[in-house]
């Protein structure tokens, strides 16, 4: 398995823990979404960018705004590590596509 799989994996498995969990459905849905489309990019099946917008910006920060969101509403332990790595992933992705990690 290739590093570029590694966040966005961890980011739709916890995201299924979310979900499997009933914790705040619309959000989870949302990291859902997007890492399912980060995976996607990630292993070639699907090919798409934006002109002038980084892909790796935009889904970092979504996964990021959204992970520290579920963190904060959760308390469930395993909920509770599903949305920190949310997060977690998140931040290193926006941090990686501003070039500063």
Known sequence: MSGS???PLT???ASIVLLMQNIHRGLTLVVLAVS???LLLASGILHFG???LPL??????TL???GVLLYARIHRKSAVAAGTLVAFV???QTLAALRLG
């Not at 790796?56 to 920060?61: R, T, V």
């Open 50 to 52: 934006l002109r002038g």
């Open 5 to 7: 799989y590694v966040l």
């Open 11 to 13: 980011a739709l498995i």
């Open 90 to 92: 998140g931040l290193v």
């Open 36 to 38: 399912g489309v980060e």
């Open 56 to 61: 790796g910006l935009i889904f970092g920060a």
């Open 64 to 66: 990021a705004v959204v």
